[in-house]
């Protein structure tokens, strides 16, 4: 897009409609994202002069194609350009190259300003087959516009062939399109609508996408094309007459309906694109006027489809009182244009009329080849009259879908569509599931086919028969201790006869409060031996948690160890197995009536709110769990498992039993001793640990502790549960522990243990699946209406099967509503939600993607914790990390990041997070901890983390000329005074038409290739410099050679330093400069602090000289210097003359000779702070201090306040050094003319003048006088005055 | 057979699911649901009923009874 001056005459503004595809367009001004395209396939034989003449003579009569676009000063114009030569190819081709070649065509993007707005071929691919082909910037026109377009062309070439005259243009004005649109934004209507719209939308509802996230258009689109067979058509539309509705609102019904199940939400808002022209002059104008109308639905399971299509007949009747308002306008009041967020979920866009024309006679029909950008997906829909029923195409963003994806949803909505068109329209939606026949088979049988035959045997039968076979292998070890099978087996059973006696038996609970030790495994192995089922409390819980258990449960009696260990037992009997004397008891299995339907242990889990209730686990349940981990993981005699999980937490029951079940030998970790990783480290490799468990927020911890590579000796299996586990961890594991295998484990307390594996694999990507069921297991992933998820489809997880839990002890209705009747099991089944959001993978696994109910949603946006805390995991510095919402003050929700990392910088990793994720998912503020707060049972404890501070260290200065400049340029767009490097354009107030202001001029200025595009992805200066920075060659801010612009094709502008070494103050100088003079700033060596400062002025001459000469070889040379600048380019330009170079541009500001220096005394410290202050374009009375410049430089908003203390150090050595070089210097005499500008301010160096260059000045001396003090010239009103003069110099 | 104002109401009242008497004969017809799609239904009703001859925009530049009636060649 270029920008013109002077805009022709007869210009038009654009239309809002046509503003909003110019500004879509200026964000990428090479995209050809904005063409439209279609051709028509005629059954003749065409005439192609005729149709050439039919062609340019509807060109003509079409006002939108006769205009030229650009920007101009007060926003962009259109105007009608002079006849240019007229964009017409007449091709021959065969059908394939003719599609490969349109398709080639409509990748080319248009020049609005320069070039005509469309561009048409005919093209003949047989005797009597040819395809009339146009593309067409939407900018100027539409849907509806093409088929005037394409009746009028009809309509010419049928009388043009005939040899008749076409009659007179049927179309209207632009002028009037333009006049009409003026009235409307200037009327009560606009504001009223405004008004509407505002407040329809006031909620901010949910941004929905099939995609689930969102991205920056693409330059193409991907589309897929399909019919829906014309006897589902009729049946459809015969269901629209039935509900008295029209098809294509049945049609987005239907799509509401997809949408809402497929985005488990029930407010869906759908995207209409609507003609925008009844009862309108623009009926008659080829144009673009068209509008987004955004329909929002309420779709819920117990509405019928018949409800739901009248809702979308009436919202579409309200809406289209509103309808002229646009949709750009109702996204930017909003706020949604600066966050790059959409307003409505997939777009309908349904063209429920064939063209139906005739070319001389012969048929046509119409193929769309391109209807616009496709910000997400575009549900384009033809009712074309070609007897193959309506044609469905779905066009999606690439860099949102892939293939397979496109065809799933399409394929799932067209099944969809058949199922409506023969379902009674008033049975309630739940009926309808969005998977197809073939999916649900999948989901439902094929990914649950886990049948398989168990014995009916209970947790602790296999063990008692275990005791027997091996009665002195190694079964318990603890510290020193151990006990053999038959000792354990013995105790066991003693205090096991002793608990009967208290009334533990089958059915009845025994609590025990027992800490890490054999005698903890003793106990419980005793009440499942006297046939009770245990209950766990453990020692370290809150008394008032314990105490409430007790309550609840009224066991039969508690067991712990020491008298004391409870505060208070509720009247429960106590066994203190404290000096408790067993020898009277029989050493052998005690009677007892237990079948696998009796309850073996009671766990109390927390829920989300409410108390903590005891969940009731059959031995039936825990059996199978057993039984299939044996099979699946093969447990021998020869391994030693570590039981370190607390036993109020169910993955200890397999820890505890599994082991003991199959001969191996059971090693007890010390009390507390699963939260030292060291510990857990030294226990795993001096007791041989083949066998542990892991928290995946405790193994990260445990991985980066020193000694945890030595536990790959021995270990041969490690499982995880409890948490997600992050794909970081299983990859830090497979690094740490190579060659150990590393299994990911899923289950609530409800569904004994767990009812999901999957084997992790080095070199994998993605989230870790949590996989697939276990033995008699069956998963549902069930939408909101009970019905399964196809693969992909995000769902709640339920669970069925053998492992089900019996519910809650005493809470008959909490039982009831989580364990509800399974409608996909046999008979009289049930299935437990897990309130957990999960999917199914194409091949059978699942993947768990959060709760249900921890969903965050700040400011209507769906925000995924975990792609957060995945993304803080992924960077280099970080160890650990967790992500939550917090509202420390009353209504301000912030999201907060916390990572564990010795090397974390909050505010480095805040930028490199902003450079992966949408900003609303980067967290405001990120707290580094030295370690997770961790909840008893190891998980993390999300109440525990600390309040970040807010208020942070003041917004840093600008660390480089570049940044500098970028702040400058910010704020001059926005009307601020001042901009922070870190303040985002549109936090700011910044609009679209602000932003592409913004962006010529950034491109004017830098000569930087940038896009508002690049606006909103890196919206802040320092973000912007970063970007540009990576795009351009690593420019060093500090190097002798300072490329301040680079590009341009005019002679460069080589500006010398000032007294402090660097140039950076010359910046400002290519905002005033044309975009085509580059400039380089020539800075002092010894900038870094490394290496020699030049001992004369000719040597450091000699060298700049040098390099200049590596940019540019030979003369004219255009050379510029300010202050100390002045005198070594004219010791440069003294060179480069002796070398017979011309020098055609020698520019002094405020220079001065040395002889007018020599004898006065060199500066100090304090002089040399004052020259780097001035070099900023300040000045400050009184004494100075290091750190009352860098103060006053900071407050300036100035980049050198960024320097390092060691650059500081540099530039104060530099000015030192070059206070004496110029003392010293020589001045010989340059043969050419001299440009001066003199601060003409009266000074306190009032011997200074210019008439001292007079010796050594060959040609004139031409003086400019600027009412300023030496050290204000480069502030920006005085570069105005010096580049007007200097520009007049540049051509 | 010609139309008339009342047939004009009726079937309008048809294709938006509404009653005759609901339909006003003064007002934009946009209003009370009236579309491009009910419009082409509408069309292709009279000229195959009624051999009328208006075309789409005709109808859609003036959505209303009053103003359809002349078009159509319905007498008051």
């Known amino acids: 897009m270029t920008t013109l001056a002077e805009p022709a005459a007869h210009e038009l503004p654009l239309t809002a409609a046509q503003s909003g595809m110019w500004y879509a367009q200026a964000l990428d001004p090479e995209s050809p994202a904005q063409n439209t395209a279609e051709y028509l396939e005629i059954h003749a034989a065409v005439d192609p002069h005729a149709f050439g003449e039919a062609l340019r003579r509807v060109a003509a009569e079409a006002d939108a194609l006769r205009v030229r676009i650009a920007d101009g000063p007060d926003g962009p114009r259109q105007w009608y350009a002079a006849p240019a030569a007229f964009p017409l190819e007449v091709l021959d081709l065969a059908e394939d190259a003719a599609l490969a070649w349109m398709r080639a065509d409509l990748a080319r993007p248009f020049d609005l300003a320069a070039e005509p707005p469309f561009r048409h071929a005919l093209i003949r691919v047989g005797e009597r087959r040819w395809f009339w082909y146009q593309r067409v910037h939407h900018i100027v026109m539409d849907g509806y516009g093409y088929s005037l377009l394409a009746r009028r062309t009809a309509e010419a070439y049928t009388a043009l062939a005939a040899g ?9 004005s632009l002028a009037d399109l333009v006049a009409e649109d003026a009235a409307y934004r200037a009327s009560d209507a606009f504001a009223a609508d405004r008004e509407h719209w505002a407040a329809a939308f006031a909620d901010h509802p949910e941004v929905i996408t099939l995609a689930g996230r969102t991205a920056l258009p693409s330059r193409t689109f991907l589309r897929r094309s399909a019919h829906l067979d014309p006897e589902a058509t009729d049946k459809l539309k015969a269901v629209a007459g039935s509900v008295r509705a029209t098809w294509p609102e049945v049609l987005i019904a239907a799509q509401a309906l997809y949408v809402s199940r497929a985005t488990r939400t029930t407010d869906v808002v759908l995207g209409l694109p609507m003609m925008g022209r009844m009862g309108s002059a ?9 509008n987004v109308l955004p329909l929002r639905l309420t779709v819920t399971p117990d509405a019928t489809f018949a409800e739901l299509t009248r809702q979308v007949v009436l919202g579409i009747r309200a809406a289209r009182k509103h309808q002229r308002y646009r949709y750009e306008d109702i996204r930017r009041d909003l706020g949604l244009l600066g966050e790059g967020r959409a307003l409505t979920g997939p777009l309908v866009n349904v063209m429920p009329f064939d063209y139906d024309l005739t070319f001389a006679g012969a048929r046509a029909d119409a193929h769309n080849l391109s209807a616009g950008p496709v910000e997400d997906l575009t549900v384009n829909v033809y009712d074309r009259t070609d007897g193959r029923g309506l044609r469905i195409d779905y066009d999606v963003n690439p860099a949102l879908y892939a293939d397979a994806e496109v065809a799933a949803h399409q394929e799932r909505f067209l099944d969809l569509l058949g199922r409506l068109a023969v379902a009674d329209p008033h049975a309630r939606l739940s009926e309808h599931g969005i998977a197809t026949e073939l999916e649900r088979a999948e989901v439902l049988l094929k990914f649950n086919d886990t049948a398989r035959p168990v014995p009916p045997t209970t947790l602790v039968g296999p063990i008692e028969a275990r005791a027997m076979r091996t009665p002195h292998a190694t079964a318990v070890v603890h510290g020193l201790d151990a006990l053999t099978y038959a000792q354990l087996d013995a105790r066991a059973n003693q205090l096991a006869r002793h608990l009967a006696t208290l009334g533990v038996r089958p059915g009845a609970l025994a609590a025990v409060a027992v800490p890490r030790s054999l005698d903890l495994v003793v106990t419980l192995l005793a009440v499942l031996k006297a046939g009770g089922a245990y209950l766990p409390l453990d020692p370290d819980y809150p008394a008032a948690r314990l105490a409430y258990m007790l309550e609840d449960a009224a066991p039969a009696c508690v067991i712990t160890d020491v008298a004391d260990r409870l505060p208070d037992t509720a009247g429960v009997p106590q066994v203190v197995l404290d000096g408790l004397d067993l020898s009277a008891y029989l050493t052998i299995n005690p009677p007892r009536a237990l079948t696998p339907q009796h309850p073996a242990y009671v766990i109390y889990t927390s829920g989300s709110t409410g108390r ?26 020869s391994d030693r498992v570590l039981q370190k999980t607390p036993s109020g937490f169910d993955v200890s029951v397999w820890e505890f039993f599994w082991p003991l079940r199959e001969g191996a030998t059971l090693v007890v970790a010390d009390p507390g001793g699963h939260q030292d990783p060291d510990y857990l480290a030294r226990t795993i490799r001096e007791q041989a640990i083949t066998t542990c468990h892991f928290v995946p927020s405790m193994l990260q911890v445990f991985l980066g502790a020193a000694e ?31 060659g150990v295998p590393l299994h990911n484990l899923y289950g609530p307390t409800e569904a004994a243990v767990d009812v999901t594996y999957h084997a992790c694999e080095p070199g994998s990507s993605g989230p870790v699946p949590i996989g697939r069921p276990v033995w008699n297991t069956r998963l549902y992933v069930l939408d909101e209406a009970g019905q399964p998820c196809p693969p992909g489809v995000p769902g709640e997880l339920y669970l069925a099967g053998a492992q089900l839990a019996d519910g809650y002890l005493g809470r008959p209705e909490l039982t009831d509503e989580r364990f509800v009747p399974d409608p996909y099991g046999p008979l009289g089944t049930r299935m437990y939600r897990t309130g957990d959001l999960a999917r199914w993978t194409a091949d059978g696994e699942v993947e768990y993607l959060g709760r249900t109910d921890h969903q965050v949603k700040l400011r209507g946006l769906r925000i995924e914790l975990g792609e957060i805390e995945a993304a803080l995991a992924a960077d280099d510095t970080v160890n650990g ?3 939550l919402v917090r509202e420390d003050r009353p209504g301000d929700q912030r999201l907060v990041g916390y990572v564990t990392g010795s090397d974390a910088d909050p505010k480095a990793l805040r930028e490199r997070l902003a450079a992966r994720l949408p900003e609303y998912m980067v967290p405001g503020a990120i707290v580094v901890l030295d370690a997770f707060p961790l909840s008893p049972n190891g998980k993390l404890d999300r109440k525990a983390l600390p309040a970040p501070s807010y208020e942070g260290a003041a917004a840093r200065a600008p660390r480089t000329p570049l940044e500098e400049t970028l702040t400058r340029l910010f704020a001059e767009a926005l009307g601020l005074d001042r901009v922070g490097v870190e303040d985002a354009f549109f936090d700011l107030g910044g609009t679209s038409l602000l932003a592409a202001r913004l962006v010529t001029r950034l491109r004017e200025t830098l000569g930087a290739e940038l896009t508002i595009g690049t606006l909103f992805q890196a919206p802040s200066p320092a973000a912007l410099a970063a970007r540009l920075e990576e795009g351009g060659a690593a420019d060093d801010a500090l190097g002798v050679l300072l490329p301040l612009r680079a590009t341009g094709s005019r002679t460069p502008l080589f500006a010398l330093h000032p007294a402090g070494g660097l140039s950076w103050c010359y910046s400002a100088l290519l905002a005033r400069l044309d975009p085509e003079q580059p400039v380089y700033g020539l800075q002092a060596r010894g900038l870094t602090g490394v290496g020699e400062l030049p001992r004369t002025l000719e040597d450091m001459a000699a060298d700049y000289a040098a390099q200049i000469r590596s940019v540019q070889p030979h003369g004219p040379y255009r050379l510029l210097g300010w202050s100390v600048g002045g005198v070594v380019a004219q010791a440069v330009a003294v060179r480069l003359r002796e070398a017979g170079e011309r020098v055609e541009l020698l520019a002094l500001l405020d220079a001065y000779p040395s002889d007018q220096w020599r004898g006065l005394a060199v500066p100090v410290e304090a002089d040399a702070l004052r020259a780097l202050l001035r070099m900023a374009g300040f000045d400050q009375e009184g004494e100075l201090t290091t750190e009352g410049v860098l103060a006053t430089l900071r407050r300036e908003g100035s980049a050198l306040a960024g320097l390092s203390q060691r650059t500081l150090r540099a530039v104060l050595d530099i000015v030192v050094n070059n206070a004496r070089l110029m003392r010293e210097h020589d001045t010989r005499v340059f043969d050419g003319d001299a440009l001066f500008f003199t601060a003409a301010a009266p000074r306190e160096e009032d011997w200074l003048t210019r008439k001292a260059w007079a010796p050594y000045i060959g040609g004139t001396l031409e003086n400019h006088d600027i009412d300023c003090l030496h050290q204000e010239l480069t502030q920006p009103e005085r570069m105005d005055e010096i580049a007007e003069v200097l520009r007049a110099r540049l051509r | 057979m010609p139309l008339t104002v009342e047939q004009i109401r009726a079937d309008v009242a048809d294709v938006l699911g509404e009653e005759p008497d609901d339909i006003p004969v003064d007002e934009n017809l946009v209003d009370y649901g009236l579309d491009s799609v009910r419009i082409m239904s509408l069309l292709e009703r009279w000229r195959r009923d009624h051999g009328v001859e208006a075309s789409f925009a005709d109808l859609a530049e003036q959505p209303a009874v009053e103003a359809w009636a002349p078009m159509l060649g319905a007498a008051a």
Not at chain 1, 164 to 172: H, I, K, T
Not at chain 1, 282 to 290: F, H, Q
Not at chain 1, 708 to 732: I, K, M
């Open chain 1, 881 to 883: 990390a967790g992500v």
């Open chain 1, 282 to 290: 623009a009926l008659r104008i080829p144009g673009m006027v068209m």
């Open chain 1, 164 to 172: 008749a005259d076409p009659g007179p243009s049927p179309f209207g």
């Open chain 1, 708 to 738: 945890a590579a030595g536990a790959a000796g021995p270990l041969r299996r490690v499982f995880c549960s409890g948490e997600a586990l992050p794909r970081e961890t299983a990859a830090d594991f497979h690094r740490v522990l190579p």
């Open chain 1, 612 to 637: 903590p209730k005891g969940v009731v686990v059959p031995h039936s349940a825990i059996d199978n769990r057993l039984r299939w981990m044996q099979a699946e993981y093969g447990l021998e005699p």
